[in-house]
């Protein structure tokens, strides 16, 4: 139904006035006896049968009525078609002017491109253009930067030393504040270079009553994954520096702290290690030894 149509229906609707008196007349023209001189009787049977016809054509009437109040309610309450040219195009044959955003599959718009033609920016189905790399795979012409990772380690050396390699430096000693009960560890670390990577391992040998008790570096405890745990007769103390972060060049103390039994303890069975690279171009370095 259009707006023209639509219109033109509500405009009679609104202009339509029933002619009353022309009801009333027909009316009284159906109840006028026109057989006056007839017998009483007989004028009794003409009413009973005359009445009936006045009732069905007073329903008609009124049914006349109703059906066009229904018909006007209906044109005025129906909501206005949609004003997208392309919504209203047909599928089949999508407007030139205003192409459909989701183009039907037999009928494809001319501005997507077609199965058999592929278009210079889209790729065609079953040969992924070059131009448009597919959602599922990363672009071959931007590869993510991999992380660095952590200096390659050799087993740990437990017996022996060597405190210095490249632009490492590093010694172990037993802080001067332990007492009777309870110690501290420290490995301290010269560099002369900043450093990109660095593995700092303190193990500390389970002799009786030892227990962690906490650990600490000079370094910002932010750039070091930190771990504290027993393997194979050592509680072993771990700084591991993060992806992305330095440590740069100077003096730099790791410490692990921890109770042990009542009286001197002996640390010759500790042991520390340290690897780390200068940078990706830089060969990587390991020292490690005891504690005096």
């Given at each position: 139904m259009t707006d023209e149509l639509r219109g033109r229906l509500r405009e009679s609707a609104e202009a339509h006035r029933p002619d009353r008196a022309r009801?009333?007349?027909?009316?009284?023209?159906?109840?006028?006896?026109?057989?006056?001189?007839?017998?009483?009787?007989?004028?009794?049977?003409?009413?009973?049968?005359?009445?009936?016809?006045?009732?069905?054509?007073?329903?008609?009437?009124?049914?006349?009525?109703a059906v066009s109040a229904l018909a006007v309610v209906a044109v005025v309450h129906t909501p206005d078609p949609p004003r997208n040219p392309t919504a209203a195009a047909p599928s089949g044959a999508p407007s030139a002017a205003a192409p459909s955003a989701a183009p039907s599959a037999t009928a494809p718009s001319a501005a997507a491109p077609s199965a058999g033609a592929p278009s210079a920016t889209a790729p065609s189905p079953g040969a992924p253009s070059a131009a448009v790399p597919s959602a599922s795979a990363p672009p071959a012409s931007s590869p993510s930067a991999p992380a660095p990772s952590a200096p390659a380690?050799?087993?740990?050396?437990?017996?022996?030393?060597?405190?210095?390699?490249?632009?490492?430096?590093?010694?172990?000693?037993?802080?001067?504040?332990s007492n009777a009960?309870?110690?501290?560890?420290?490995?301290?670390?010269?560099?002369?270079?900043?450093?990109?990577?660095?593995?700092?391992?303190?193990?500390?040998?389970?002799?009786?009553?030892?227990?962690?008790?906490?650990?600490?570096?000079t370094r910002p405890a932010a750039d070091f994954d930190v771990s504290a745990r027993r393997e194979g007769g050592f509680l072993v103390y771990r700084w591991t520096l993060?992806?992305?972060?330095?440590?740069?060049?100077?003096?730099?103390?790791?410490?692990?702290?921890?109770?042990?039994?009542?009286?001197?303890?002996?640390?010759?069975?500790?042991?520390?290690?340290?690897?780390?690279?200068a940078g990706p171009a830089e060969p990587p370095a390991a020292v490690w030894g005891g504690f005096a």
């Open positions: 009801m009333l007349a027909r009316v009284e023209r159906g109840a006028v006896r026109p057989d006056a001189g007839r017998r009483p009787r007989d004028r009794a049977r003409v009413r009973f049968l005359s009445w009936p016809k006045t009732a069905l054509a007073t329903l008609a009437t009124a049914g006349t009525l380690r050799t087993a740990q050396p437990m017996e022996g030393s060597r405190t210095e390699d490249g632009p490492l430096r590093a010694d172990g000693s037993v802080d001067p504040h009960y309870w110690a501290q560890s420290n490995v301290t670390l010269t560099t002369r270079k900043p450093l990109s990577s660095l593995v700092v391992e303190l193990r500390i040998a389970l002799t009786e009553g030892v227990k962690d008790t906490g650990s600490w570096r993060k992806p992305g972060r330095t440590v740069p060049s100077g003096e730099h103390v790791f410490a692990g702290q921890y109770d042990h039994a009542a009286g001197g303890r002996d640390a010759k069975g500790d042991r520390y290690r340290i690897d780390a690279a």
